[in-house]
Every structure is written in structure tokens, then in C-alpha cells.
């Protein structure tokens, strides 16, 4: 089986593209999944460049963890993990359509903190990523 690291890292920056087009139509739920998707794409990235058969954690946190990453790209995943489910589920609110609830800011907030994780697996990778 070929190593698909680069495959991970592109699609994590195309999805880094999505988001950032759904932050200027306002859809700022879907910019903060897509974020936490970004991270998690690119940390998973790292993981398979340094060799790893099969990463099955969706969390940021805990795959930083595992890579022994910063702690500045750590808190990142603290924060993104938040909206891995809650933008998605009604249940994840007492009351009300997710996206009722996520605001301009923190989708500005979410493209930074993908935008600092998908640097790092950049950086990491970037003597072979396309």
C-alpha cells in the first residue's frame, strides 16, 4: 500500500478553500466543521508521512497528542474538536438548528487555528508534498 500523506494534505487545503468561501457566504456552522476537518485531515497527513498504517481518531487533540506537536497546535485542536459534532447534530443543543448558534467570529477564529495546523503538516512534509 502506497503512502497517501499528500492526498490527506490536499485535501486538506481544498477543504481549507470550502471553508473560507463558506465564511464570506456566512455559513459560519459549516466554516467550523470544516476547520476541525482541515486540522484533523492535516495532522492525519503527518501521521501517515511518518510512516503510520491507520490513524481511526477524529480528535485533534488526541492525534497531536500522538504526534507530539506544540502545545499552541494542541490548544488548537481543543478548540476545533468543539465543532465536530455540535455543528452538525440538533441534539448537540438543547433547542434549535446547529447553525443558529456558531457566529462570524468564530469562524474567523477556525480558519486561523486550521489555517496554523494545516501550516504545521505543510512545513512537515514540505521537501514532497504536491
Known amino acids: 500500500m502506497s503512502n497517501r500523506y499528500k492526498d490527506w494534505l490536499l485535501q486538506a487545503k ?35 508521512y511518518r510512516g503510520a498504517d491507520l490513524v481511526k481518531s477524529h480528535s485533534v487533540t488526541e492525534i497531536s497528542k500522538f504526534l507530539n506537536l506544540t502545545s499552541e497546535i494542541e490548544e488548537a485542536g481543543k478548540k476545533l474538536d468543539q465543532y465536530y459534532i455540535s455543528t452538525r447534530y440538533p441534539d448537540a443543543f438543547t433547542t434549535g438548528a446547529p447553525y443558529i448558534y456558531f457566529t462570524t467570529d468564530q469562524g474567523i477564529s477556525a480558519l486561523v487555528l486550521a489555517q496554523l495546523v494545516l501550516d504545521c503538516a505543510s512545513n512537515e512534509v514540505a521537501h514532497e508534498s504536491a
Open 14 to 48: 481544498e477543504e481549507f478553500r470550502w471553508a473560507k468561501s463558506a465564511q464570506e457566504d456566512g455559513n459560519f456552522s459549516l466554516v467550523c466543521f470544516l476547520c476541525q476537518q482541515v486540522a484533523e485531515k492535516s495532522l492525519k497527513a503527518i501521521c501517515y
